[in-house]
């Protein structure tokens, strides 16, 4: 099995990412709604995307779980999703999480991709638990991770931004089956 997967939903597809991706992950990253909720600075550049993808495609080769480029079936990459573990030893967890481009957004796609990313999680890796760091104004974050059937469990202040808490949303494997079943 290749490190990164490709998945298909209905009308997604995730795969890894390649290098012709890089315009496109910067437009996403570099929007003015993106980088205030992930909290990415206005400088954000094509050195800066290019090390995401580095990192995601890492994850996957060092970890088993990273992000996967996501793709309209038959369109470009309108985004990120997936699965994120960084070495931070305040990290909580297997965090699934979800980054699509404005234009993309209220259709269904990140809840359709970020349902697969948690459904690997936990039938393909064997997770346990999967979290979701969500800042406490990202409403839309936080709708995604209850229809996905994460809950609130705490705000917590972490390493990745000093000061600030963010909330910390979880789904264990036994409650993700019970929803599934």
Known sequence: ???????????????????TDLEAVLAVRSHPEV???LRLPESYGRADAWRAMALWLGQWELRGS???AVEVQGRSLIGHVGLHRPELTDWPGLEVGWTLHPDWWGRGYATEAGRRSVAYAFEDIGADEVVSVILPENDRSQQVATRLGLTWSEDRVLSNLPGEPQGIWRLSRRQWELNEG
Request: net charge positive; aromatic share 8%; hydrophobic share 35%.
């Open 1 to 19: 099995m290749p490190a990164c997967p490709t998945l298909a939903t209905e009308r997604l597809v995730l795969r890894p990412f390649r290098e």
């Open 35 to 37: 980088r205030r909720s």
């Open 66 to 68: 990273g992000q996967w």
